[in-house]
């Protein structure tokens, strides 16, 4: 019997690093092209088959609910206009039924998984956090089921960094038992580079069963003062084996907004319509 996933996506932060657009724009709803970044994610689990979705929001973030809403004044002047392809994309959005539950205070991202708990019910979940694109050959998400399946325990997606980035990651102290699969020995979070165990690096994707909501509960505020989703893993440690499966392909974080421009330019560099032009102002630019 195929196992049931859920899905959540934490979009509650602040964003605080696109000062001043997001301070009424969520920074999820960046464009990369001509798409916000959250739509990306949401298409990444539609893809994988799983659609029941939460999107686990705070203040400033009604933007997310209003672009996945039926526009039915925008949908009748597009097909009046005769542009087919653009209403076929609009419609594609509004027929994603998604679901929300409000932060109303940001404690950190263990405290945004627990609010999806009454969502979930016994069904394992998977979070993937709103501002990351993961592009690869296979969808990773479908990676990730397939270790679970496996294994029947959480499952963390990681990868490698250069040991000069470990700070900004939580990472992984793992033990290799299969290529690319690792069962995890304890997880620490944004250490310094001289005591960080690895440089394996957590890029926020992660599929849990319901054990996690207990350990949140019991995690006290670490890192910035905030309920730390690492520190909630490293407890669940404590009762049961968690396992780490390797990314392979291409991660675009969007955090800030040096890799925000990457993305763009990246991203337009793939699209036919684009790249010759992109190309050529680059190439025109007097660096």
């Not at 979705?53 to 400033?60: A, N, P, Y």
């Not at 994707?205 to 019991?218: A, P, T």
Request: proline share 4%.
């Amino acid at each position: 019997m195929k196992t049931y996933i859920k899905a959540v996506i934490p979009v509650a932060g602040f964003g605080t690093r696109f000062l001043p657009i997001t301070k009424a724009q969520p920074k999820e709803m960046l464009p990369v092209i001509d798409k916000p970044v959250i739509q990306y994610v949401v298409e990444e689990f539609i893809n994988a088959g799983i659609t029941d979705i939460l999107l686990i929001t705070g203040r400033e973030k009604r933007a997310l609910e209003d672009h996945f809403d039926k526009s039915n004044d925008l949908e009748m002047l597009l097909k009046e206009k005769g542009k087919l392809d653009l209403l076929n994309k609009i419609e594609k959005i509004s027929d994603i039924d998604l679901f929300y539950v409000r932060q109303k205070e940001r404690k950190g991202l263990g405290d945004a998984v627990l609010h999806a708990e009454n969502f979930i019910d016994d069904n394992p979940f998977i979070v993937h956090v709103g501002d990351t694109i993961l592009v690869s050959e296979k969808n990773p998400l479908e990676e990730l089921i397939g270790v679970y399946g496996k294994y029947k325990k959480p499952v963390i997606l990681f990868e490698k960094v250069g040991i000069e980035d470990v700070e900004r990651y939580g990472i992984i102290d793992a033990n290799e038992i299969k290529n690319g699969v690792y069962k995890i020995n304890s997880l620490v979070e944004k250490p310094k580079k001289e005591q960080a165990p690895s440089n394996m690096a957590i890029i926020g994707v992660y599929l849990f069963n319901k054990k996690i909501f207990d350990c949140i509960r019991k995690t006290k505020p670490g890192y910035g003062g905030e309920i730390q989703l690492t520190d909630a893993i490293n407890l669940l440690l404590d009762e049961e084996e968690v396992y780490a499966c390797e990314f392979k392909g291409k991660r675009y974080d969007i955090g800030d907004p040096y890799l925000w421009l990457k993305a763009n330019i990246e991203f337009a560099l793939k699209r036919d319509e684009l790249k010759d032009d992109v190309r050529e102002f680059i190439k025109s630019l007097k660096l």
